[in-house]
């Protein structure tokens, strides 16, 4: 990260620890914005990438939300992909000629504030409701997730518990939320005070703490068969993390990859990706 933006953050968070000592709800507001409200990533509709261009679109409902869906529309096995923290479905435009190889249909979401999808604040629960809207409209076999977006899939498989759902592949995603908020809490440098509203507005909006929010703790209770990818040198999400989720999936393989950084693309991991995937049909 830039000095420039280092100092920003740290600025930002001298406001709030001083707001906290006169306006806490003030300034639990200004912490849980920072934390949940994407900088980049929306798209317009005008201006979509080319991958996106001249294919089907599908709007879905969902509290607030309007979650847009992108259609590549193939034979009867269906893929859903789930990208991650400030990108969008544009993201998978150089795996997305390995999958349709298979002849697949392809489906891509547009997260929480993301893409072409309402909002402005994004979180894993409602990204995970939103697998599960496009699962019953879609009914794929496969689910694909990158970074947050991988975590989102893992915690939906572990509430839906869906048994129409063959395969898996996480791709650079982080396992631990206290991770995350700890992260963050250090970037910009929030008092104990701050922590303590930030930490108690998860167990009143979402009903956990974020210790109680782990991939790894999701992953032992799914029995679908996985891929679990991360690269030694990503800087944005540690390679521990993709170990942590490894270690508790009993029927997912761990590649580990170098090189590749977050993004993780790759063509030799796409290969293997397509192995796993279609290489029993």
């Not at 997730?145 to 839906?160: E, M, T």
Request: hydrophobic share 40%.
């Amino acid at each position: 990260m830039e000095l420039k933006h280092i100092l920003l953050a740290k600025s930002l968070g001298a406001y709030i620890n001083t707001l906290s000592l006169t306006h806490p709800e003030k300034a639990l507001e200004l912490a849980y914005r920072f934390f949940s409200n994407p900088r980049v990533g929306k798209l317009v509709p005008h201006k979509l990438p080319s991958i996106l261009q001249n294919i089907s679109r599908q709007t879905f409902k969902h509290s607030e939300y309007d979650f847009n869906t992108y259609i590549w529309k193939g034979n009867e096995k269906v893929i859903l992909l789930v990208h991650g923290w400030e990108s969008n479905a544009s993201r998978w435009e150089k795996m997305l000629p390995y999958l349709q190889k298979s002849g697949s249909t392809i489906v891509a979401i547009d997260g929480p504030a993301h893409g072409l999808t309402t909002g402005t604040e994004f979180n894993v629960p409602v990204y995970a409701d939103f697998i599960q809207i496009a699962v019953e409209k879609f009914k794929p076999q496969t689910l694909i997730g990158h970074s947050i977006g991988g975590a989102a899939c893992l915690y939906y498989q572990y509430k839906y518990q869906n048994e129409g759902l063959q395969k898996m592949v996480i791709l650079g995603a982080p396992s631990e939320l206290k991770t995350l908020t700890g992260n963050y809490f250090k970037l910009i440098g929030l008092n104990a005070k701050t922590i303590e509203l930030m930490e108690n507005y998860f167990v009143t909006r979402f009903n956990f703490r974020p210790e109680e929010f782990s991939g790894s703790l999701f992953a032992g209770d799914i029995q679908t068969n996985g891929i679990i990818a991360h690269d030694v040198d990503d800087t944005v999400v540690a390679f521990t993390e993709g170990e942590k989720i490894a270690q508790s999936w009993k029927n997912a393989r761990f590649i580990q990859t170098e090189g590749l950084g977050h993004s993780m693309h790759g063509e030799e991991l796409y290969s293997e990706i397509s192995e796993f995937l279609f290489g029993a049909e």
